[in-house]
């Protein structure tokens, strides 16, 4: 096991660079789909003093230490302790973009590659979103404008009802009982789109070729291009099962994408995700029916929130010990991707499973928060 808690060095961001941001992301339309909120198309407040690390290989990553924060950091060792009982592979604690703790266990290195689950999901997301704001795709589209005619088995008038937009919130009314395959034999009608949220991964797994199809490229390629080299990520796409594509990289890779997100998709100066609305849209509640979910990512902090593999609706918040705002990445076999833009955190986790087997949230989530929280003094 290895362990980094290391001193701070400050770096302040330019007002005049943040103005500039703010003046582009005024030029950007609003969503022609939106959660409802009148502010939906506003420029978001970026946050300030966000460090970014180098973009080339082997370049030093900033630190800072929990002392110079405020947070205790004699309960790290407790922590980490929990974590490696727990199956952790890797953890990394990001605050205002400088590692805070950065933990490895077993064999696990910071070049070791583990695979993103679920949590990958919100890599789809922010996908279609640069494809949005490039003018290839509407949320309003017909997916079957991408991926023809019959790329299910319902009923024709059911299966045009169904948008990209209902891909992205868990609403396309198909059966997910046949989770991940995504012939269309397997994508059978259960109920009209938009009236039934339902956790299902055929569905979103060929947003993926929705978008190659509205780029006139592999959707690998056009994510490479277009997110993963331009904020020096590592990884790749992987093929698994009857349809199921699952992302692989390092946990600093990881660790980075949820940077970009805590920045409103700015990396540095350079405007990775160039849709204001969309970049709002995708982190706050889609639907009604479960309003602890956005576009691909889980939200916290809501009054209500349903689960994957069920139709019953809990009350409360989704991870009570955790700040209201934060948004996740929450994948099978509890891999985490947690943002908390009130207080500039990032929180990382890959491993094996802690003990629940889900698919997505967890009793590990709450678990976790409330060391974290004690820790943080949040």
């Given at each position: 096991?290895k362990r980094f808690f290391i001193e701070p060095m400050k770096r302040l961001r330019s007002l005049l660079q943040l103005?500039?941001?703010?003046?582009?992301?005024?030029?950007?339309?609003?969503?022609?789909?939106?959660?409802?909120?009148?502010?939906?198309?506003?420029?978001?407040?970026?946050?300030?003093?966000?460090?970014?690390?180098?973009?080339?290989?082997?370049?030093?990553?900033?630190?800072?230490?929990?002392?110079?924060?405020?947070?205790?950091?004699?309960?790290?060792?407790?922590?980490?302790?929990?974590?490696?009982?727990?199956?952790?592979?890797?953890?990394?604690?990001?605050?205002?973009?400088?590692?805070?703790?950065?933990?490895?266990?077993?064999?696990?290195?910071?070049?070791?590659?583990?695979?993103?689950?679920?949590?990958?999901?919100?890599?789809?997301?922010?996908?279609?979103?640069?494809?949005?704001?490039?003018?290839?795709?509407?949320?309003?589209?017909?997916?079957?404008?991408?991926?023809?005619?019959?790329?299910?088995?319902?009923?024709?008038?059911?299966?045009?009802?169904?948008?990209?937009?209902?891909?992205?919130?868990?609403?396309?009314?198909?059966?997910?009982?046949?989770?991940e395959c995504t012939l269309p034999d397997c994508l059978q009608f259960k109920a009209d789109s938009g009236s039934r949220?339902?956790?299902?991964?055929?569905?979103?797994?060929?947003?993926?070729?929705?978008?190659?199809?509205?780029?006139?490229?592999?959707?690998?390629?056009?994510?490479?291009?277009?997110?993963?080299?331009?904020?020096?990520?590592?990884?790749?796409?992987?093929?698994?099962?009857?349809?199921?594509?699952?992302?692989?990289?390092?946990?600093?890779?990881?660790?980075?994408?949820?940077?970009?997100?805590?920045?409103?998709?700015?990396?540095?100066?350079?405007?990775?995700?160039?849709?204001?609305?969309?970049?709002?849209?995708?982190?706050?509640?889609?639907?009604?029916?479960?309003?602890?979910?956005?576009?691909?990512?889980?939200?916290?902090?809501?009054?209500?929130?349903?689960?994957?593999?069920?139709?019953?609706?809990?009350?409360?918040?989704?991870?009570?010990?955790?700040?209201?705002?934060?948004?996740?990445?929450?994948?099978?076999?509890?891999?985490?991707?947690?943002?908390?833009?009130?207080?500039?955190?990032?929180?990382?986790?890959?491993?094996?499973?802690?003990?629940?087997?889900?698919?997505?949230?967890?009793?590990?989530?709450?678990?976790?928060?409330?060391?974290?929280?004690?820790?943080?003094?949040?």
């Amino acid at each position: 096991m290895k362990r980094f808690f290391i001193e701070p060095m400050k770096r302040l961001r330019s007002l005049l660079q943040l103005a500039f941001l703010c003046l582009i992301f005024t030029t950007c339309s609003k969503s022609e789909v939106t959660s409802g909120d009148p502010d939906s198309g506003t420029p978001p407040v970026l946050p300030q003093n966000l460090y970014y690390p180098p973009l080339q290989a082997g370049g030093q990553w900033e630190t800072t230490s929990m002392e110079s924060l405020g947070w205790n950091a004699e309960l790290a060792t407790s922590l980490n302790t929990y974590l490696e009982t727990e199956g952790t592979q890797a953890f990394i604690i990001l605050k205002d973009g400088k590692i805070v703790m950065e933990s490895y266990f077993g064999d696990f290195t910071e070049s070791s590659l583990w695979y993103w689950a679920s949590a990958g999901k919100t890599l789809t997301a922010f996908t279609v979103g640069i494809a949005r704001a490039e003018g290839k795709l509407s949320l309003n589209d017909q997916t079957a404008d991408y991926l023809g005619v019959g790329w299910t088995s319902t009923p024709h008038e059911k299966e045009q009802k169904i948008r990209i937009v209902d891909q992205l919130r868990m609403t396309t009314g198909l059966d997910e009982n046949i989770f991940e395959c995504t012939l269309p034999d397997c994508l059978q009608f259960k109920a009209d789109s938009g009236s039934r949220w339902a956790y299902h991964n055929g569905p979103y797994t060929l947003l993926q070729n929705v978008v190659a199809a509205a780029v006139s490229e592999d959707f690998s390629l056009y994510f490479n291009r277009m997110l993963r080299n331009r904020i020096g990520m590592d990884g790749f796409w992987l093929a698994q099962g009857e349809g199921n594509n699952i992302y692989y990289s390092s946990a600093r890779a990881m660790a980075r994408f949820g940077l970009l997100v805590l920045s409103k998709g700015v990396w540095d100066s350079e405007v990775i995700l160039k849709d204001a609305a969309y970049t709002a849209d995708m982190v706050r509640t889609s639907q009604s029916l479960n309003k602890a979910y956005g576009y691909l990512w889980w939200l916290n902090g809501k009054d209500r929130y349903m689960a994957p593999g069920s139709q019953v609706v809990f009350s409360g918040p989704l991870i009570p010990s955790a700040p209201s705002d934060l948004i996740a990445g929450l994948g099978k076999n509890d891999q985490k991707l947690y943002v908390v833009p009130s207080q500039n955190l990032v929180v990382i986790r890959m491993g094996n499973d802690a003990g629940d087997a889900l698919i997505g949230p967890s009793s590990f989530d709450n678990a976790l928060w409330q060391r974290l929280s004690e820790m943080m003094g949040l």
